[in-house]
C-alpha cells in the first residue's frame, strides 16, 4: 500500500512537472509543486485553472464566515467574533497609522479584506493536496492591477482632472518646479506603472519561493522512505512550514501596508 502511494505521489508530482513546463509561459505558475487536489482530477486541467480554484475557494470561505460572524453577532461576542473583532480592530489601526483618520473608515474594508485574502491564499498552500493561489502571477497581478485601477480612480475623485494632472507632475509651485514638470510627469508616470509591477512580482516570488522549497524537501523525504523503506515520509519539509507562516504573514501585510501607502500618497494634502 505504501510502495503505491508513493509510487502515485512521485508519477502524479512528475507528469505535473511536464504538463507545467509546457503551460508556465502561458500560465506564469511554478513547474516545481507538489500534487494538489485539482491535480488529481485533471492535470491539464490544473495548470490552466487551479489558482483560479483555490482563489475561489478561498474567497467563498471568508464570505461564508463573515456571513456567520454577522448572524451570531452579539453584545458579549464568541470566540469566532472575538476573533474577528481583534482582526479587524488591528487592521483599521494600521490604515489610521498610515491615512489617519479621516479616510481609515472608507478604506479599511477594500485594504483589510486585500490583506485577509491574500493571506488566506498565502496559507492555504501549507494544507496538504491545497495550492497557494498567489503562487501564480496571473493571480499577484490581478490583486495588483485592481489596487493600481482603484489608486488612480481615488485620485482623479479627489484632486479632480487638474488636481490629478498636477500631482503626476509634481504639484509644481514655482518657476524652477513647472520648468522641471515635465520631466517630473514622465519620472512619476514610470514610478506609478512600477508600483503594481513591484506589487505582482514582490508576493508572486516569495509565495513561490515557499512553495519550490517545501516541495523540494517533500520530494526527498519521499525519496528516504523509499530508500530505507519506513512506512512513513521523513519529514524535512516542517522547519519549513513554520518559516513560510512567518513569511506568508510577512507578505500579506507588506502588500497591505504598500497599498495603504500608496492610497494616501494620492489623498489631498491640506498643508
Known amino acids: 500500500m505504501y510502495n503505491d502511494f508513493l509510487f502515485y505521489i512521485l508519477t502524479a508530482t512528475h507528469e505535473v512537472a511536464e504538463h507545467g513546463a509546457a503551460a508556465a509561459e502561458k500560465t506564469g505558475e511554478s513547474t516545481n509543486e507538489l500534487p494538489n487536489l485539482v491535480t488529481f ?12 480554484v483555490y482563489a475561489m475557494f478561498v474567497a467563498l470561505m471568508m464570505i461564508v464566515v463573515a456571513m456567520i460572524t454577522y448572524r451570531r453577532r452579539q453584545m458579549i461576542p464568541g470566540k469566532l467574533q472575538n476573533l474577528v473583532e481583534m482582526l479587524l ?15 481609515a473608515m472608507k478604506y479599511t474594508p477594500f485594504l483589510g479584506t486585500l490583506f485577509i485574502y491574500i493571506w ?83 508576493l508572486f516570488g516569495n509565495v513561490t519561493g515557499e512553495d519550490i522549497l517545501i516541495a523540494a524537501f517533500v520530494s526527498l523525504g519521499i525519496m528516504f522512505m523509499g530508500m530505507f523503506g519506513s512506512p512513513i515520509g521523513f519529514p524535512f519539509h516542517v522547519p519549513f512550514i513554520f518559516l513560510a507562516l512567518l513569511t506568508s504573514t510577512i507578505q500579506a501585510l507588506v502588500f497591505a501596508m504598500l497599498s495603504t501607502i500608496y492610497f494616501s500618497l494620492v489623498m489631498p494634502h491640506e498643508d
Not at 89 to 103: P, R
Not at 151 to 164: D, H, I, N, S
Not at 167 to 176: R, Y
Open 41 to 52: 482530477i485533471s492535470r491539464s486541467f490544473a495548470h490552466h485553472y487551479d489558482s483560479l
Open 89 to 103: 480592530e488591528a487592521l483599521y489601526n494600521m490604515v489610521v497609522s498610515v491615512m489617519g483618520k479621516k479616510y
Open 120 to 202: 488566506f491564499m498565502n496559507m492555504i498552500g501549507m494544507v496538504p493536496f491545497f495550492k497557494s493561489s498567489t503562487s501564480a502571477i496571473n493571480t499577484t497581478a490581478a490583486l495588483a492591477i485592481t489596487v493600481f485601477l482603484y489608486v488612480q480612480y481615488t485620485a482623479f475623485r479627489k484632486l479632480g482632472p487638474w488636481g490629478y494632472l498636477h500631482h503626476l507632475m509634481g504639484s509644481p509651485k514655482d518657476v524652477v518646479t513647472w520648468v522641471l514638470a515635465p520631466l517630473n510627469l514622465v519620472i512619476h508616470l514610470i514610478g506609478e506603472l512600477a508600483k503594481p509591477t513591484s506589487l505582482a512580482l514582490r
